[in-house]
């Protein structure tokens, strides 16, 4: 078996760490696999860089940034090397660059555009451990990029994809997916599997678990996920197409973000191109928005609202109240005190009853619904950040603890 | 004029110290020169990385170790951009591998092979200093190599001899070439010029400012070196071809080596061979010999001695030892206690008297000689350790002070 195995910075922070993690490579190894592993920066490695370079400018060149970031993972995987290398298993660490992982030229953020397998296949079929930084890449130019966030996981599921490996275990230090956030529900339970979209939906609503981009790039290609845990040894869950309880099981997960505000604009005209204006507005500023809500209002006119990061809350307000009169609307409000909380499930489509489900209980705990959202496989409230923690509550004992 | 410059690692040590190069590469640059630089890793991080691989390994490949390493100047380097950048001044880093820095594969002390001056060039045309990492190469199969000691320096000098700069300066914490260590010679007096083969003697003599190596390789390609303060802005020591004083001056410089030993064979047979027999012993262990001493013994035999550097001298005499019956000796006498003692000068084989004034200052300063050698640039004597410093300062005053 071909397997990717991806450890993040906090499982390789320090020598005695890396030896374990080296050890869960070895396994692996003498199981008969040929194994590929990604790494990112050791710990605060990464922090401690954009520190140094802060120290020199307040706003460092974005392509000299790069450079001085990639060599975290470039620590990582040679000092992991060693460790195999020490255990008797043959090892070798490749950059980005060695292994041709070209990307466009968005230093900082840059996107993966080809990856040359050649050099990782040469090192497999001479029996070693082949290391490949994570993170990082390569432009046109020859020039070294970053990938952003969850860039690490990003270069994993990219080479699975290219190497068609038969799986990529991204080792976190959780064991799982769980039905909602441990910390919050300590009744929350390991899922076994769960689909590409229910963990795109549950990566989006906060679950940090795994970053988005990683999981559509392993769902266009069809790479097979695991998320399990690099210091409790067992299985994690699976993200995969097709699951095979997906008829049992009507929702598998909920998922909570506090990272966000509602902006509301009111007395709007009741005229075409309307949501066109407002929303290119907030185009030209980059602000991505989440759920839209339109309603009628009072005399005629109508009221338009939508939630967004928390962050570009004021940037989107000074750009919406400087466009008041090319828009035309009467008032601006906001709400930066709002929680959206999700359920997911793939099978949610064909049950009838779950939004029902999800109501009573939200009535039964006295959460008021601001919003509703809905799409094939969730369904999205807007509550009261205040009464989020105990809504979530509410809705796992409803769903998996009846 | 194209100017290479090349900082050491306690020049760009913190944030303070890279803006104080900076200021340096700037200034260069304001008066109208093209400028590249190269640059060791900040203060200790080579150690420190090191450090970090022996925490994992006692005894790292040297493969990983390399690629460990070499992030080193990749941070330095990446740093200086961003001072540069900040002061207003356009500037860009690149790798050893950008560069085409190819390499032997020799992991921790590779010998250059060749270097790709395009990009550098295409650089400079845009008006940007260039800063490349020093001390790093890539191998022909794309590995990362480190060049070893005196790597950045020689990085420097070949960049220099490639691109045909008008001058190669290596910025150090001392001011220039002396004609003795300073921390030993108060009156030691900073030489404006000197030959490279002058420079290679006193390099070897343990004067510590150019490794050899650097030397060698910019008086193949006749490269004007000058050694200068990062600390203190005047002119420092030119090394260059014709030095234009070089008929006034007797000598340039006098070195003291005291990480030295004497090794003795006493009672070989005289006859043909066994000068190659005892050598060929060495050579196999790769330990490297200086001085040798042939001498008439009693009863038709004969002595062989020699110096070699002090941390060999376990090895070699393991080695020689072992190896007693086969070529053939009665006694194998050591002395770790020795130093040699050399002037340098270009002038010397035209001048007579050199070596008398030499042994006349060291007999008036009761210091015994054990060992002489010559050759067309120096004299260098082997004394006691406990007599070296008293025996510079006489040799200093007798040729420079008088």
Not at 178 to 192: E, G, H, M, S
Not at 227 to 232: D, E, K
Not at 311 to 340: F, M, P
């Amino acid at each position: 078996m071909l397997i990717v195995q991806k450890f993040g910075g906090s499982s390789v922070a320090d020598a005695a760490k890396l030896r374990r993690v080296a050890g869960i490579i070895a396994e692996a190894k003498k199981a008969g696999n040929d194994v590929i592993v990604v790494l990112s920066a050791q710990g605060d490695t990464t922090d401690d860089l954009i520190a140094k370079a802060h120290e020199i400018s307040p706003e460092p060149n974005r392509r000299e940034l790069d450079m001085l970031m990639v060599t975290g993972e470039q620590i990582s995987i040679s000092l992991c090397a060693m460790a195999l290398q020490e255990m008797g298993i043959p090892a070798i660490s490749l950059l980005g660059w060695q292994v041709r992982l070209r990307t466009n030229s968005e230093y900082g953020s840059a996107r993966i555009r080809s990856l040359d397998t050649e050099r990782i296949q040469q090192e497999l079929d001479q029996g070693k451990v082949v290391l490949v930084a994570g993170f990082q890449g390569v432009n046109r130019r020859g020039d070294m990029t970053t990938l952003g966030r969850g860039g690490s996981d990003t270069t994993a599921v990219a080479i699975a994809a290219k190497m068609h490996a038969d799986l990529c275990q991204i080792y976190t230090d959780v064991e799982g997916v769980y039905t909602a956030d441990p910390r919050i529900i300590p009744n929350a339970k390991k899922l076994d599997e769960i689909t590409y979209a229910e963990m795109l939906e549950l990566a989006s609503m906060g679950a940090q678990v795994l970053h988005n981009r990683s999981v559509e790039l392993a769902k266009r290609y069809g790479v097979e996920l695991e998320v399990l845990s690099s210091y409790v040894r067992k299985p994690g869950t699976k993200v995969k197409e097709v699951v095979k309880t997906m008829e049992e099981t009507k929702i598998s997960g909920i998922a909570k973000d506090d990272k966000i505000a509602r902006l509301a604009l009111v007395g709007l005209k009741d005229e075409p191109g309307i949501a066109f204006r407002i929303f290119r507005v907030l185009a030209k500023e980059k602000i991505n928005v989440d759920l839209i809500l339109q309603s009628i209002g009072r005399d005629n006119t109508k009221d338009i609202s939508f939630t967004l990061a928390r962050e570009d809350l004021n940037r989107a307000k000074a750009a919406l109240e400087k466009a008041q009169d090319a828009i035309g609307y009467e008032n601006l409000t906001v709400n930066d005190q709002v929680s959206k909380l999700s359920v997911v499930g793939a099978g949610m489509i064909n049950k009838s009853g779950i939004a029902v489900m999800l109501f009573e209980a939200l009535a039964a705990a006295q959460v008021n619904i601001h919003m509703i959202s809905t799409s094939e496989i969730k369904i999205s409230v807007l509550i009261d950040s205040s009464k989020a923690e105990a809504a979530m509550r509410a809705v796992h004992r409803k769903f998996f603890e009846e």
